[in-house]
T-cell receptor, first 115, second 115 residues
Framework: AQSVSQHNHHVILSEAASLELGCNYS??????LFWYVQYPGQHLQLLLK??????LVKGIKGFEAEFIKSKFSFNLRKPSVQWSDTAEYFC?????????????FGSGTRLQVQP | ETGVTQTPRHLVMGMTNKKSLKCEQH?????MYWYKQSAKKPLELMFV???????ENNSVPSRFSPECPNSSHLFLHLHTLQPEDSALYLC??????????????FGEGSRLTVL
């Protein structure tokens, strides 16, 4: 069964600091990869996704992620965080084109940005 | 506005009660999902429906009973729940197909408390 690991459970940063959140998955075949964000009191929403093509994916609000197939990783980055980025971030994976399509999620990383 | 509407937003029930959670999607998608979100745990997939047919039951106890009367509506019927079932129950939808990424669109969730 596929699994997703997010090693950072709670990250505290000051505004303008750079961010990198780790995500590793276990499935060896073709995958689609996602990062979702959940702001306090709000629904889960998509930040970005890798479906095919360029492994460097740009999303909303200045976030980007890089798919490194050899490392089974899809780390999320932002060069300069803002207080409004305080939220919980979830990495997710499904099997591409064939196989189990439902998303498998990591346990999430809580990001706290201090002004 | 997410395109996926869940009711009720909050529900408190006793262990002997019977209640239902409702989900409606306005996105024209062909797949719907129930996930359970508990504190400090990954989102747990419960059920998947494609074109109204249940395609996945992730070893969910029988006290949770899903119903999908059409592609736009999904219910989760609850009976004789346990306090450990208290959680946020998330409904999601997606457009499933070979050329689709499987991106999920989430509702805001139903916060369930079992006394």
């Amino acid at each position: 069964a596929q699994s997703v690991s997010q090693h950072n459970h709670h990250v505290i940063l000051s505004e303008a600091a750079s961010l990198e959140l780790g995500c590793n998955y276990s499935y060896g075949g073709t995958v689609n990869l996602f990062w979702y964000v959940q702001y306090p009191g709000q629904h889960l929403q998509l930040l970005l996704k890798y479906f095919s093509g360029d492994p460097l994916v740009k999303g909303i609000k200045g976030f980007e992620a890089e798919f490194i197939k050899s490392k089974f990783s899809f780390n999320l980055r932002k060069p300069s965080v803002q207080w409004s980025d305080t939220a919980e971030y979830f990495c997710a994976v499904n099997r591409g084109r064939t196989g189990r399509r439902a998303l498998t999620f990591g346990s999430g990383t809580r990001l706290q940005v201090q002004p | 506005e997410t395109g996926v509407t869940q009711t009720p937003r909050h529900l408190v029930m006793g262990m002997t009660n019977k209640k239902s959670l409702k989900c409606e999607q306005h996105l024209g998608h062909n797949a719907m999902y129930w996930y359970k979100q508990s504190a400090k745990k990954p989102l747990e997939l419960m059920f998947v429906y494609n074109f109204k047919e249940q395609t996945e039951n992730n070893s969910v106890p029988s006290r949770f009973s899903p119903e999908c009367p059409n592609s736009s509506h999904l219910f989760l019927h609850l009976h004789t729940l346990q306090p450990e079932d208290s959680a946020l129950y998330l409904c999601a939808s997606s457009q499933d197909g070979e050329r689709e990424s499987g991106e999920l669109f989430f509702g805001e969730g139903s916060r369930l408390t079992v006394l």
